[in-house]
């Protein structure tokens, strides 16, 4: 059941990742793109980053399971 959940956990995280908005194109990629690149996020931006962390965690947190308990 653990490596399911996992899986299942693992495609949540590339879906937030890839939501996530950046600067534009490829520039954004390897640092350019003028602007800031701290600022605050806001309203949904906000959402979508912390449940981006808490998946990682929980991720991590079954690869440790997995680990130790196989």
């Known amino acids: 059941m653990r490596p399911i ?6 495609l949540i995280v590339i879906g937030l990742v890839l939501i996530q908005e950046r600067a534009g194109g490829m520039s ?8 800031t690149p701290y ?9 979508i980053f912390y449940a981006t962390i808490v998946a990682v965690a929980l991720f991590a947190l079954l690869a440790l399971l997995n680990l130790f308990l196989a």
Do not use: D, H, P, T
């Not at 959940?5 to 693992?10: A, E, F, G, H």
């Not at 954004?28 to 602007?35: K, P, V």
């Not at 600022?39 to 959402?47: D, F, I, S």
């Open 5 to 10: 959940l996992q899986i299942i956990i693992s």
């Open 28 to 35: 954004g990629i390897f640092g350019g793109g003028g602007g």
């Open 39 to 47: 600022y605050a996020r806001r309203g949904v931006e906000k959402g």
